[in-house]
């Protein structure tokens, strides 16, 4: 039985020791509309990132994001500008959109 206990000590320090890497990646979901109207079909995304509302300095990378199905006005895609977020500063997202075009977002 002793040996037992020491077999799972061993086994739960291990695993206490072990981390992951957690991936900076977000899902961001919105609306988008056609005039007055709901979006829908294929459309291009483009996202970035910026330390102000307005007049402020880009952020990371710009994060592409083709071909997103538009279904009744919403939309979600999966952003990642990578470790932006280790501060409590605020963070502000730009987003350009089209209507697919065959080409990528960038």
């Known amino acids: 039985m002793k040996h037992l206990w020491s077999l799972a000590a061993a086994v ?6 072990t981390s992951f890497a957690q991936s900076a990646a977000f899902t961001y ?3 988008l509309k056609d005039g007055v109207s709901l979006a829908e079909g294929q459309h291009d995304f483009r996202f970035r990132l910026f330390d102000a509302a307005s007049g402020g300095t880009q952020i990371g990378t710009t994060a592409c994001a083709d071909n997103i199905l538009v279904r009744d006005g919403v939309f979600t895609s999966t952003i990642d500008f990578g470790n932006q977020f280790a501060t409590p500063n605020s963070r502000f ?3 350009e ?3 697919d075009t065959g080409l990528n977002c960038s």
Do not use: C, K
Request: positive net charge; proline residues 0%; glycine residues 6%.
């Open 93 to 95: 997202i730009e987003i």
């Open 29 to 31: 979901q919105g609306q």
């Open 97 to 99: 959109v089209r209507r």
């Open 12 to 17: 739960l320090m291990a695993l206490s020791s």
